[in-house]
């Protein structure tokens, strides 16, 4: 058998960003260029020769869509035969959780446009990358209930009621509201403070919560198991 072979490698990121108010989103690029020309696409492309795979899904989240983002976390290999028309190529896929707000988005190179897009409203994606966005969710589902998340999308004081939302979101599902608070909070690094949400209408305005930074992320060091 031939040990010739002719394999390219890429890399793409699943960029999930969450608010409070649209919910779960992902961050793709219009496509300029053949093949799927016009079509929705993941940020990502080829590595170069002397580029490290960090450096590479740096590069094309800063040429394709303007942002940079500090830290992405491996995923998968997608290496089906077929996956790229033109060549056989292997994709080493990237994902992480930001703030969309915190962004300007700018398309560049291979891209024509860029946008969030719910996760529930995601339009038909190229190559195999509707595959890749449902294997990132998926990871990004079981993170959730053993490390805490929340200290970099939420603000510095909230209502623990957009710690619950933000848990629906990622998790897709209801939560045991009242087994939730009583599970997150025995932890230790969320507190609650005197001051009191700001309501629009009528109601009784809860106390706000805080992250307490040294213990959050004592927790996430150590992992944590919160059975939600």
Do not use: C
Not at 40 to 55: R, T
Not at 77 to 87: A, C, I, K, L, T
């Amino acid at each position: 058998m031939s040990n010739s072979q002719h394999i390219r490698v890429a890399v793409d990121a699943v960029v999930f960003g969450y608010t409070s108010k649209e919910g779960l989103s992902v961050l793709l690029i219009k496509r300029k260029i053949e093949p799927f020309l016009g079509a929705w696409a993941l940020p990502g492309g080829l590595v170069g020769n002397e580029e490290s795979l960090e450096h590479a899904v740096e590069r094309e989240l800063k040429e394709e869509t303007g942002i940079t983002i500090n830290y992405l976390e491996q995923l998968y290999s997608f290496g089906q035969p077929g996956r790229d028309p033109r060549n056989r190529v292997i994709s080493i896929t990237y994902y992480g959780l930001v703030k969309p707000e915190a962004f300007d988005l700018r398309a560049s190179t291979d891209a024509s446009d860029v946008a969030w897009f719910n996760i529930k409203k995601l339009p038909t994606l190229a190559f195999d990358h509707a595959q890749i966005v449902n294997t990132a969710h998926s990871r990004l589902k079981g993170k959730i209930v053993y490390e805490p998340l929340g200290f970099e999308l939420l603000e510095e004081k909230f209502p623990f009621s957009e710690l619950e939302k933000l848990y629906m979101a990622v998790l897709d599902r209801p939560i045991d509201r009242r087994n939730f608070k009583k599970k997150i909070s025995k932890f230790g690094f969320l507190e609650e403070t005197t001051e009191k949400q700001e309501l629009g209408g009528a109601g009784r305005p809860g106390n706000l919560f805080r992250f307490n930074e040294a213990k959050y992320f004592e927790s996430k060091k150590n992992g944590i198991n919160f059975e939600i």
